[in-house]
């Protein structure tokens, strides 16, 4: 009996002593149960005045183990607008952290803002690294950096306006519901970030004017260098099949990566999208592209678009006063024409096509393409295709096109004013003496891109006037 209580006690101890062993060492595979009990830490404050806030996360060794942290490390480093401290220690990177089993510690982490510094992006990022076992996980942090706008996954429910007061800062995205009407004053600006695309399925009214200041930008959140200057830097606006009765008046957009996105026909005898005095430029796919749609566009200039103008299936479509030019540079590749029109798609459907292209420049430089403008026709659907007055160049003139005398100007260079692409500087206004002016045709429209009068009777072709 003595014997047995004697080797009860031992066993006891002995498991006692493998458990303390147990959790006194490390578990080390990759497989170890660890939480990280944030993916993203938001500091969605829009700051009145210079401050700070304060947001934790927590790393849980849910082992009956001990963890080692090979690091958490502030991938900003010093010059981050963040300030991090691990488990009580204020650093940018902290090594060899040890967390007990089943215990956990906390990462605070501070950030500074002055949203009134003009040198601060608008959204102020960085993250967080955790090593441990061979695992890298990652924390995202996220702040509000120059006062704006902020909208998150912004829904267009009612008529609504935005003025100019601060600039609007679209994260997630922005979508205007089936007859709601979005209007944007003159002089707003309007950055969107990488993934947030613009969805138009009621309308969409821009009031910009004449003066640079009065104009509507939309372009990428990204402002600091190189980024600011990179097409495809945010997803572009998309007109639905439900949207109707847009209308965009001294309207900027750069740098998107389509522009805009315009399908079927207008619901009404107006059409889906008028474009008065606007700039499409540094689209990485397209600047504009329709499928079987209805747009206007007078005194409009598409420039350094992979496509410029892409006009599929058919459609309705009057451009006049329109500039359209690429020029290879370190960007974007001119492999595409600048003018598309075709009355199929890529799955070969056909819808009639009416289009005119009144007093307009289609021209590219610097890369692969002879023809700049290719019409294209398949089936028997109604096909109209009009070019009354333009330069362009083409070395072969495209079929199943009515063009008006006189005839166009064929491979004369327009003379833009200013083409230095390797700093990527474009003014495609015309020098004196170009074969542009004074070529066209009297259209009734008596002001050009930068508001400036035109000749009623012998204006330049075009969007600028000289």
């Not at 979005?182 to 695309?197: N, S």
């Amino acid at each position: 009996m003595n014997l047995m209580k004697t080797a009860g006690t031992l066993l006891a101890i002995s498991l006692l002593f493998l458990i303390s062993c147990r959790k006194d060492s490390f578990i080390n595979t990759p497989d170890a149960a660890v939480t990280i009990t944030a993916d993203t830490i938001k500091y969605d404050t829009v700051f009145p005045t210079a401050g700070s806030v304060t947001r934790q996360f927590k790393i849980i060794n849910e082992n009956k183990q001990k963890l080692l942290l090979g690091s958490v490390k502030l991938m900003g480093g010093a010059g981050s607008a963040y300030k991090m401290n691990v488990d009580g220690i204020a650093t940018t990177e902290a090594s060899n952290i040890e967390i007990a089993a089943n215990d956990s510690i906390y990462v605070f982490v501070q950030v500074n803002v002055d949203p009134n510094a003009a040198n601060l992006p608008f959204v102020i990022r960085d993250s967080i690294q955790v090593n441990y076992n061979g695992n890298k996980r990652m924390v995202q942090l996220e702040a509000w950096g120059q006062n704006a706008h902020f909208l998150r996954d912004k829904q267009v429910v009612a008529d609504e306006t935005w003025t100019n007061d601060l600039p609007y800062v679209i994260l997630g995205f922005l979508h205007v519901n089936p007859n709601s009407r979005l209007t944007m004053e003159k002089g707003c600006r309007i950055y969107v970030h990488a993934d947030a695309p613009i969805i138009i399925d009621g309308s969409l009214i821009v009031n910009g004017l004449k003066d640079s200041v009065d104009r509507v930008y939309f372009r990428g959140d990204r402002m600091d260098d190189p980024y600011k200057d990179f097409p495809a830097s945010w997803p572009g606006i998309f007109f639905t099949s439900s949207s109707k009765d847009n209308v965009m008046n001294y309207a900027v957009i750069k740098n998107s990566f389509q522009s805009m996105a315009v399908e079927d026909p207008s619901l009404n005898i107006n059409p889906k999208l008028t474009l008065n005095q606007c700039i499409i430029d540094n689209s990485y796919d397209a600047g504009i592209i329709a499928s079987n749609s209805s747009i206007t566009a007078t005194n409009c200039l598409f420039s350094n678009c992979g496509k410029n103008i892409a006009l599929i299936k058919g459609g309705i479509y009057r451009f006049t006063h329109c500039t359209a030019a690429t020029y290879s540079n370190t960007f974007i590749d001119h492999k595409n024409p600048v003018l598309t029109v075709f009355n199929y798609d890529g799955s070969n459907a056909t819808a009639p096509l009416d289009a005119i292209f009144r007093n307009c420049i289609f021209w590219g430089d610097n890369g692969l393409v002879e023809n700049e403008v290719v019409v294209d026709k398949k089936g028997t659907t109604a096909f109209s295709v009009i070019f009354n007055q333009v330069l362009w160049k083409v070395k072969t003139v495209p079929a199943n096109i009515t063009l008006v005398s006189p005839a166009p100007i064929n491979n004369s260079e327009p003379q833009f004013d200013s083409i230095n692409t390797s700093r990527h500087y474009y003014d495609f206004h015309l020098k004196a003496g170009s074969p542009a002016e004074n070529k066209g045709t009297g259209a009734g429209i008596l002001i050009d891109l930068d508001g400036k009068t035109r000749s009623g009777t012998q204006p330049d072709l075009g969007c600028y006037e000289r």
